[in-house]
């Protein structure tokens, strides 16, 4: 199927298609909404429907419609760490004191 993706990509987007892209593209939730509507009102697949959206992964349609079907609107929105979950996930970086410093001293 990643091969039939594939040529489809390339025959729809010319060799632009095939481009590796950003994994950390953002989505509203309002444009997911217009692809799972999309996909819905033409009976279409997952990767037809990426194709026609030209997003990358036919996955991540599938992974929009199960957070929709959990938690309806709310679950497409992206939901970011709170500062206390990031601030554990940040170390500070330990470095020895240069010559000059230690002299300085």
């Known amino acids: 199927e990643t091969i039939l993706l594939w040529v489809h990509r390339f ?3 010319g060799i632009a ?3 590796p892209r950003p994994m950390n593209l953002e989505y509203s939730s309002e444009f997911k909404i217009e692809v799972l509507n999309w996909k819905q009102q033409h009976q279409a697949s997952l990767s037809e429907t990426a194709l026609h959206f030209n997003l990358s992964s036919p996955s991540t ?3 929009w419609q199960r957070k929709f079907d ?3 609107l709310s679950g497409l929105n992206r939901v970011r760490g709170d500062s206390k979950t990031m601030a554990k996930h940040k170390y500070k970086k330990v470095t020895k ?3 000059a410093q ?3 001293r």
């Open 17 to 19: 298609g095939l481009k």
């Open 97 to 99: 004191p240069t010559t």
């Open 11 to 13: 025959n729809h987007f």
């Open 102 to 104: 230690i002299q300085a």
């Open 70 to 72: 959990l938690k309806g």
């Open 61 to 63: 349609i599938w992974q």
